[in-house]
């Protein structure tokens, strides 16, 4: 990845099992340099703040507030493990605060490196959309995606969201052996059949970029979806931004094998 020097500080504990390749992509990258809390000396600047939340509760909003003031000019993440998810557990997202999932992780934060935010921290969530997509809609793309989902409705939701980033879909249901450029998929989980039949796609189009919609991911569920050679996991609902980010070719920017070194993809 060709990017001027960012500096990056990560804060928590960062060999927990959700962030352990986080950390690992972040020292293999050019012009990453990462500190951890271990090493922060005086009020030297960052570009990118990282929050890694094992738990709720575990970086208080005093505490991110206090972190914003002394970082005034770094970007925010509040990385969360799979204890924390949905703002039930944690409460709702502090100001200016990026809240990236800890499966989120590789399709999130190399735009966050390279650019920062398109739009102020501070901008809705609706505002956040329309700046990362402002470029992307009314482009044809040539790539066709193969939706896997086992309802109409569930087929019908990917596919709008396809056709409004200018991708062409077929819902494989109603042909299995269909050839298709990219194959994303929706399944309840990773322990019934629905996951089988996925299974037994992907060992025929072993060439094939592919994502897959879980509603709430486990640890369990990523290891066996990152076995069986899927690219990257989208929760359920995912961010429109996302997947457009990742349907395009250069959205793999030496990720996808460093967080899949067992697959192809």
Known sequence: MDMPTRTVLALGKLDARPFKEMVAWLRWVPGVQLVSDEQIGGNEPFDLLI??????????????????HRYPLATVVLLY????????????????????????WSYRLPSLLEVGPLVPATATPQEQLLGALADRFG????????IWANTWDDFDYLRSACQSLGYASIWLQSDPQSPCDI???????TDGAEFADLQARLAAHAEQL????????????????????????????????????????????GILPLVNPQGSR
């Open 139 to 146: 482009t044809q793309h040539s790539r066709q995606v193969g």
């Open 183 to 189: 194959l994303l998929g929706l399944i309840p989980g």
């Open 210 to 253: 592919a994502l897959v919609c879980l509603a709430t991911p486990t640890w369990e569920d990523y290891q066996k979806l990152r076995s069986t050679g899927v690219s990257a996991v989208l929760g359920q609902p995912f961010r429109l931004a996302d997947l457009a980010n990742l349907l395009e070719t250069r959205s793999d920017c």
């Open 51 to 68: 929050l890694c939340s094992e738990r709720p509760g575990q970086f208080t909003p005093r505490e991110i507030e206090l972190l914003r």
């Open 81 to 104: 493990g799979p204890w924390c998810h949905g703002e039930g557990r944690t409460g709702p997202v502090p100001d200016g605060v990026v809240r990236v999932a800890w499966f989120e």
